[in-house]
């Protein structure tokens, strides 16, 4: 079954506004990371959060992470149309070689 | 710096014909390599990993198969396409004990 899981699928706000994605996982982990896709291009690593921080900020993007429930949540602050984009969250495997995409939030910001 | 290079960037191929693409990494030694399959609007599915070279997992059964001649080459290939092999293939590199995934532009196969 799917280690990462984003909800919402898709989201829609606008411009300025804040985005929050959240991300639910099944096993114990020892970091989480967020990617961003923009449409037909590759993943780009935005943040790695590990499991002994609760909370990561980068620029606008600041990430938390709950192992106590599992999840992480990545806010997006004063949103802009170049944030339009699908967000991944990726889990690593034990072993630390392979990673876990789920589905990922398809971010639309308005102008 | 490091960067990755994937081609082509697109591909239309009809049913039955083989195919080879090409995943190249500069400016690092020993990477992890990696390829992915994206259906439309959906995640990424992992098909092969390499920690060395001639060291290929397979993530998922089907027809495709993976090579790595080069320390930093590895080879998407296979010898009869199905349409269901339509899709968007990426190539990802990663440092051995971190997992942070740096990946190429991908490639966007049409198989007709």
């Known amino acids: 079954s799917q280690q990462g899981e984003e909800d919402p699928q898709a989201l829609s706000i606008q411009e300025g506004e804040n985005a929050t994605m959240n991300c639910s996982y099944k096993?114990?982990?020892?970091?989480l990371q967020w990617y961003r896709q923009n449409s037909g291009r590759g993943l780009v690593h935005l943040i790695l959060?590990?499991?002994?921080?609760r909370e990561k900020h980068s620029g606008r993007l600041r990430v938390t992470l709950d192992t106590s429930k599992k999840s992480s949540s990545l806010l997006i602050t004063a949103s802009r149309a170049a944030d339009t984009a699908s967000y991944f969250c990726?889990?690593?495997?034990?072993?630390?070689?392979?990673?876990?995409f789920g589905e990922g939030t398809q971010l639309t910001v308005n102008p | 710096s490091q960067t990755i290079h994937q081609w082509p960037a697109t591909l239309v191929q009809p049913v039955g014909s083989p195919l080879s693409l090409e995943c190249t990494v500069e400016?690092?030694?020993?990477?992890?390599l990696y390829w992915y399959r994206q259906a439309a609007g959906r995640g990424l599915q992992l098909l092969f990993y390499?920690?060395?070279?001639?060291?290929i997992s397979s993530e998922v059964p089907q027809n495709l198969s993976a090579s790595r001649p080069q320390d930093r080459q590895f080879i998407l290939s296979s010898k009869k396409l199905l349409l269901s092999d339509s899709g968007f293939y990426l190539c990802?590199?990663?440092?051995?004990?971190?997992?942070?995934?740096?990946f190429g532009p991908g490639t966007r196969l049409t198989v007709l």
């Open positions: 990726a889990t690593p495997e034990t072993s630390g070689s392979r990673l876990t």
């Open positions: 390499s920690v060395g070279i001639g060291q």
């Open positions: 400016g690092t030694s020993n990477p992890n």
């Open positions: 959060i590990r499991s002994n921080e």
């Open positions: 096993t114990s982990i020892n970091n």
């Open positions: 990802a590199w990663s440092v051995l004990g971190y997992n942070e995934q740096f």
